[in-house]
């Protein structure tokens, strides 16, 4: 009996051990599976793999049962509660949103259902599946660009589009906005597929590309998956999913646990918008995704892929706008940066001139210059647009697709020949 529990005690702890060392340290998952705090990850994950060590150490020398029964109840207890959680956050926490900011629904995640938005986009209105009767929509997909960074919805990038075309066009136009905070090309790919099959109509696509992660966003081997309402990135190889104890969800929902709190009080709070009091501050953020961007370009087929198959869906006109990251759009932020690295190992241009080489062929609008000569148009300390640089993105967008002819009874003859 004991040399039973002792073999299966070892085979445990050691599969375990190298799950940690595969996914953290064979670059099998190249960089932390998390953005941030990633030192703290990394110290977590050593200290992990020194328990291990020592645990066996204690498996294998073991001259009563004693010792082994304690670690096997310990194991077990593990167990027990990992899949307790795990199956509070697949019945209860997935299906009806009520953890955090985001849900899961079929193949993509959502944010939290809202009072005027049932599908959790940040709009004032619930959008019909038919297009209303003599208007052009437009779908626009990305990222918290595209979701709106203003301090209110109706001063956000896509209200502003709206509100500019039909102010300056001919006839009557819609954005449907369906921006979602933390996006990938891949996941807005994947949500423009579950919004046709949901049977929602639209007359062209409009795809933000924030040039800041999006490049970054898929990290090879992994997705992304709602754990207690936050998206969270998991390992599709299950035996690292299921060994790794960081990627278990009573780590994740420790971690979490703040920003589920936060959620829940974000009604009180005021939303980023303008910021005038107080000098501005260059993210750590912005710093930090900078040298990941910059450092070593990373494997674009997942972008180049998300962005050629939404051109290629449903057959309909396809913009792309390119938001520049603020090493590009903000003065401070890139002397700032400058100030920190050595300039002269990073290629600046790289994803410019791979955006030219691989999308030549499609509409595209690059806002860069137009943000990067605006006075003050990011929130303080923050990677995102204030009010200002809404208003200033979303005029320029609206300006490009007016002068594409695409007003609404060209678009309304389309539908009727097909």
Request: with cysteine; charged share 20%; net charge neutral.
């Amino acid at each position: 009996m004991m040399t039973k529990l002792r073999i299966a005690l070892l085979v445990i702890l050691s599969a375990v051990l190298m799950a940690i060392i595969v996914q953290d340290f064979s670059g099998y998952i190249p960089g932390c599976i998390f953005n941030q705090m990633q030192w703290v990850y990394y110290t977590i994950s050593v200290g992990l793999c020194l328990l291990l060590c020592f645990t066996i150490v204690v498996v294998l020398r073991a001259k009563t049962p004693r010792p082994l029964f304690i670690i096997t109840t310990c194991v077990l207890m593990i167990v027990v509660m990992e899949g307790a959680v795990r199956l509070f956050d697949r019945f209860f926490v997935v299906p009806q949103g009520i953890g955090g900011q985001s849900y899961q629904r079929d193949s993509v995640f959502l944010p939290r259902p809202t009072p005027t938005n049932s599908l959790g986009f940040n709009s004032e209105r619930e959008y019909t599946k038919q297009i209303p009767a003599n208007t052009t929509r437009f779908l626009f997909l990305g990222d918290s660009y595209t979701y709106g960074s203003a301090s209110h919805s109706t001063r956000s990038y896509c209200h502003v589009i709206e509100s500019f075309l039909n102010r300056n066009g001919n006839g009557r136009y819609e954005v449907f906005n369906a921006g979602v905070p933390g996006y990938s090309p891949l996941n807005s790919y994947k949500l423009l597929r579950f919004l046709i099959a949901e049977g929602y109509e639209y007359d062209a696509v409009v795809f933000s590309l924030f040039m800041q992660n999006d490049f970054i966003e898929e990290v090879p081997h992994t997705y992304r998956t709602p754990i207690l309402g936050i998206p969270q990135r998991q390992p599709r190889n299950p035996l690292l999913r299921i060994g790794h104890p960081l990627n278990s969800y009573l780590f994740r929902y420790i971690i979490t646990a703040p920003r589920f709190l936060a959620s829940r009080t974000d009604s009180d709070r005021p939303q980023p918008g303008d910021n005038p009091t107080g000098p501005f501050q260059v993210s750590e953020i912005a710093v930090s995704r900078f040298q990941m961007n910059y450092f070593g370009p990373p494997d674009l087929s997942s972008v180049l892929f998300s962005i050629k198959a939404m051109a290629a869906e449903g057959g309909k006109p396809f913009f792309l706008v390119i938001f520049p990251d603020q090493f590009f759009g903000d003065k401070r932020v890139r002397e700032e940066i400058l100030s920190r690295v050595d300039g002269e190992q990073y290629d600046f241009r790289y994803y410019y001139r791979w955006i030219d080489r691989h999308f030549a062929a499609l509409p595209r609008l690059d806002l860069s210059h137009k943000i990067a000569t605006c006075d003050d148009c990011y929130i303080s300390n923050d990677t995102h647009l204030n009010d200002r640089g809404n208003k200033v993105a979303g005029e320029v967008v609206g300006t490009f697709l007016l002068s594409q002819n695409l007003d609404s009874f060209h678009i309304e003859e389309q539908r009727a020949e097909k």
